[in-house]
């Protein structure tokens, strides 16, 4: 399956985890979660340090996100990636875009061998989305 096939199957769902989900405006795992509003998609931020971002509350991991969530962004450091697609093995997670710094070989090689479709070519949601700062 080529990049741009993973990435409309990822954006079938209309429901996503923002996994590294942030308060500050300025960083990435916020504009992740905001581009997910804007294009008016269901978004639930995962910070275990946040009760709430951008008004929607905040889920401590990926082992917390609501059964209906298959597919999740993640917004993380490498080291941290490898444990997220820990969880969401377990939690029965189907797709997981991890975008442009979040990638890791052993996560990947993780999604590959557990039938997850994995996006972590360096493309990025808010450039596919077309996010806007407001």
Not at 62 to 73: C, K, Y
Not at 97 to 106: C, I, K
Not at 114 to 134: F, Q, T
């Amino acid at each position: 399956m080529n990049v741009p096939e993973r990435i409309d199957i990822f954006l079938d769902t209309k429901s996503y985890g923002v996994v590294g989900a942030s308060s500050n405006r300025d960083k990435y795992g916020n504009k992740v979660l905001r581009c997910y509003l804007q294009n008016g998609y269901r978004a639930i931020p995962v910070n275990p340090k946040e009760k709430e971002i951008e008004g929607i509350p905040c889920v401590a991991s990926v082992l917390d996100l609501p059964d209906d969530i298959m597919s999740i962004s993640v917004i993380t450091p490498p080291t941290v990636t490898e444990k997220v697609v820990e969880m969401a093995i377990q939690k029965g997670i189907r797709n997981i875009w991890m975008q442009p710094g979040a990638e890791s070989p052993a996560a990947v090689e993780k999604c590959l061998a557990n039938n997850i479709n994995v996006i972590a070519d360096g493309s990025c949601l808010l450039v596919v989305l077309g996010y806007h700062e407001h």
